[in-house]
């Protein structure tokens, strides 16, 4: 069974392709056989932050629990969205046709476009009814779309920040560049915002929701919160969401419960930051060293 | 990016650039505001930096739910001025979809800002998109937030440059979340010149 990553990597001539990567020092490196469905040649990729960093977290996941790698599929944009609809379109065809079996799907830095992202969903429920269902995770711009396409509810997980939970709550709001003050800024506890959200059915069966605190909830119920290690230099840095969501990715693919994998994610990227020490200037590619140590720990913790 | 263009056309059918277009549009009594459409968010950014340069008096906003696709903005402005906008766009290649009056109230974008002091740096949040400032330097750290794909490019091109050196997120920018961050960027530019 694989697990597919979708993404996009901020180079506008990066081919559309889909196979597997490997760390090479803080690089990505494609390896073994790559589809390229429009040709061209791939670069091996920094990980700074966006999808590739979600990669990255869940390799050394895959790597400390000796799991095959996920594949990727990922694609060149820098925003005009070009790259994200051939992704789309490419996705939507193969799932019509693949004997692959897939056991979730991630779907991560993407142009949020409606047509594109029902375009998808249909594909997976066609491939779900020849097949099983794929679990599917949403963060990011695809998170966006899926929020105002009106079927949030048919995923399983998203990963909002707090500030992209005010917007899942904030039924008029197509983006969170539009989410209204009253929710983003008033101080509305995240209990609250996940009740609105799944009464408007504008998320997730489970939403991993991350911040000071992070917490999560299962159809609109707080579940669960993590509150240490408490690092609050975490939040300037940028790609430490992209690191949660790659590392419950990587714990959906060993098979952890839902819940399970949510609580030992956030808690994996708490004590990475514990570990790394960091400042508001540090990077994302300096705490990824320290994840495999952080997994044990935060897996031992819970008698995983 | 596909907007839906056909559905649009059907919805309001544009007439040409023409000096009658001032007085036209007896619906426009209501508040004397229209807004632009344009193909993407990225020529929205170009037209709004154009258009208030020329001193034209222009907001940025969210079109109605039959024009939505995922990630779109509109501009505002004032009917009376359409000819002028229009000549300007035109001498930059900028060519709007449509011209249409508005008649209910469209989505207003974020316009608080979150600071957290954080000792020796500074952290401004706009919407979904956070900047980080090194008080003494000016110099920008990091970049976190949002989901669009020109984040990570923007956030690259940002990072370890000086808030009085580097270019505005809006000029390359092409999605909201670029635009969020540009109201970040500008927001820190502020408190950092101001001595924090």
Not at chain 1, 257 to 278: D, E, F, V, W, Y
Not at chain 2, 26 to 40: I, Q, R, Y
Not at chain 2, 69 to 75: A, Q, S
């Amino acid at each position: 069974m694989s697990w597919i990553i979708c993404g996009s990597v901020p180079e506008e001539g990066f081919p559309l392709s889909l196979g597997t990567w490997r760390m090479e020092g803080e690089q990505l490196r494609a390896d073994g056989t790559m589809l390229l469905p429009h040709g061209g040649t791939l670069s091996d990729l920094p990980v700074q932050r966006g999808t590739p960093a979600l990669i990255a977290a869940t390799l050394q996941v895959c790597q400390s629990l000796n799991l095959p790698r996920p594949l990727a599929l990922l694609t060149g944009d820098t925003g005009n969205g070009a790259g994200s609809l051939a992704l789309y379109a490419f996705l939507s065809g193969w799932l019509a046709t693949t004997s692959q079996a897939i056991a979730g799907m991630t779907f991560h830095y993407l142009f949020p476009n409606v047509d594109g992202h029902n375009r998808i969903l249909l594909s997976v429920r066609a491939y779900a009814e020849k097949h099983t269902a794929p679990t599917l995770v949403a963060d990011a711009g695809f998170m966006y779309a899926a929020k105002m396409s009106g079927y949030a509810d048919e995923y399983d997980l998203f990963t909002p920040d707090a500030g992209e939970l005010a917007f899942l709550a904030d039924e008029n709001a197509p983006h969170p560049f539009y989410t209204r003050g009253f929710l983003l800024d008033s101080g509305i506890a995240p209990k609250e915002l996940a009740q609105r959200a799944h009464a408007h059915g504008n998320c997730a069966r489970t939403l991993l929701i991350k911040g000071a605190v992070d917490n999560v909830a299962e159809d609109g119920m707080l579940v669960a919160s993590i509150d240490s290690p408490n690092v609050p230099y975490m939040e300037p840095i940028g790609g430490t969401g992209d690191l949660v969501t790659g590392t419950v990715t990587g714990l959906l693919m060993a098979g952890l419960p839902m819940h399970q994998a949510c609580i030992a994610a956030a808690k994996t990227n708490r004590l990475a930051g514990a570990l790394a020490s960091p400042t508001p200037a540090t990077q994302v590619s300096e705490l990824i060293p320290f994840l495999p140590e952080a997994l044990l720990q935060a897996l031992a913790d819970f008698s995983v | 990016m596909a907007l839906g263009i056909g559905k649009l056309l059907n919805l309001w059918k544009t007439p040409p650039p023409s000096p009658g277009a001032a007085r036209r549009a007896p619906s426009d009594k209501h508040s004397g505001k229209g807004f632009l459409v344009f193909h993407n968010t990225g020529e929205v950014l170009r037209a709004e930096r154009l258009l208030r340069n020329a001193g034209l008096a222009v907001e940025v906003k969210g079109p109605p739910a039959q024009l939505r696709t995922g990630c779109d903005m509109v501009i505002v402005f004032d009917v009376l001025f359409e000819p002028v906008a229009r000549r300007l766009l035109q001498k930059e290649h900028l060519d709007p979809l449509a011209a249409v009056p508005v008649s209910d109230p469209l989505l207003e974008p974020v316009s608080l800002f979150n600071t957290t002091d954080y000792g020796e740096w500074f952290m401004v949040r706009a919407a979904n998109m956070k900047i980080t400032v090194e008080k003494r330097t000016g110099t920008i750290v990091n970049v976190s937030g949002g989901g669009c794909p020109d984040v990570p490019w923007l956030a690259a091109r940002l990072s370890g440059r000086r808030l009085d050196d580097a270019e505005e997120p809006c000029i390359r920018g092409q999605t909201l979340c670029a635009y969020a961050l540009h109201k970040a960027f500008v927001e820190a530019r502020r408190i950092w010149r101001e001595g924090v």
